[in-house]
């Protein structure tokens, strides 16, 4: 098959489309396709239920902080602009 072509299969809803359209994500090497964003986050809700909390929580607050930080930056910025 051409790469132009090419079809991956959502694996929440089954539905095909073509690559470049919908989610895909590397974990660990190996690729998983969504349709869209709604399976993507279906399919991600239940993988965090899968994952040990302790390890959960971790990541998660991790994450917070480095928004919390991205977003420290972008308004740092604005108010220079703004000066
Ligand atoms: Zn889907």
């Not at 089954?14 to 989610?23: A, N």
């Not at 895909?24 to 998983?32: A, C, H, M, R, W």
């Not at 239940?46 to 420290?72: C, M, Q, S, W, Y």
Request: glycine content about 8%; aromatic content about 8%.
């Amino acid at each position: 098959m051409p790469l132009m072509t090419e079809k991956l299969e959502c694996i929440v809803c089954g539905r095909k489309f073509p690559r470049g359209q919908g989610v895909t994500l590397v974990i660990g090497g190996k690729e998983y396709a969504f349709h869209s964003k709604r399976c993507a986050l279906k399919f991600l809700r239940r993988v965090l239920e899968e994952i040990d909390e302790g390890i959960l929580t971790k990541a998660f607050n991790n994450v917070v902080k480095e928004f919390a930080e991205e977003l420290e930056e972008l308004r740092e910025k604005k108010a220079k602009k703004i000066v």
